[in-house]
């Protein structure tokens, strides 16, 4: 199976930060890595698509990227709206993996 | 506008069975893979098992292969996964997706108990 390595687990922030999530995919992958927004008590919301593309809706201060086996997904100038925990998701193949998720909260 | 709307969940006894249904609309249903994914009490999402299109092929976990059951009425525009011999560990909010490359729409999960 694929293993979809996330880090770090959680993270202390500060409005107006540039945060950015890794996942390191233990084989290739590709493009396929999804990132997924989830506050509690709700659904994800997908984020980004193919590592790298926006999803409609999404502001733009979120980005994501790739390097090797690295996904990144990047928040420039953290807002209050964007504490919530996040996923990545490989669907390379099955079984689908992801990632440990992290946590993000405010210092 | 797209809905996923799951029901079916509940408080069950460890070994039975449960059978969740996901409804959906505003879609062409019958177009798209469907996938379930569950996650524990505050744990993270889990992949449990996806169906084609056309419900032709149909992929699951390992920890719950022979168990689960994951089935499509297109005709119903609603998804199935049916739960058997459950355990403890199947303790989740479930969610159906609108398949997982795409992973546009989430429906908003429905909670399984697994407790005796």
């Known amino acids: 199976d694929i293993q979809m390595t996330q880090s770090p687990s959680s993270m202390s922030v500060s409005l107006g930060d540039t945060v950015t999530i890794t996942c390191r995919a233990s084989q290739d992958v590709g493009i396929y890595v999804n990132w997924f927004q989830q506050k509690p008590g709700k659904s994800p919301r997908r984020m980004i698509y193919r590592a790298t593309n926006l999803a409609d809706g999404v502001p733009s201060r979120f980005s994501g990227s790739r390097s090797g086996s690295d996904y990144s997904l990047t928040i420039s100038s953290l807002e209050s709206e964007d504490v919530a925990d996040y996923h990545c998701?490989?669907?390379?193949?099955?079984?689908?993996?992801f990632g440990g998720g992290t946590k993000l909260e405010l210092k | 506008e797209v809905q996923l709307v799951e029901s079916g969940g509940g408080l069950v006894q460890p070994g039975r069975s449960l059978k969740l249904s996901c409804a959906a609309s505003?879609?062409?249903?019958?177009?798209?893979?469907m996938a379930w994914v569950r996650q524990a009490p505050k744990k993270g999402l889990e992949w449990v098992a996806t169906i084609s299109y056309d419900g032709s092929s149909t992929y699951y976990r390992d920890s719950v292969k022979g168990r689960f059951t994951i089935s499509r009425d297109n005709a119903k525009s609603t998804l199935y996964l049916q739960m058997d011999s459950l355990r403890s560990e199947d303790t989740a909010t479930y969610y159906c997706?609108?398949?997982?490359?795409?992973?546009?729409?989430w429906g908003q999960g429905v909670m399984v108990t697994v407790s005796s």
């Open positions: 997706a609108r398949s997982l490359r795409v992973s546009d729409y």
């Open positions: 505003g879609f062409t249903f019958s177009d798209y893979n």
């Open positions: 998701l490989q669907y390379d193949e099955y079984p689908r993996t």
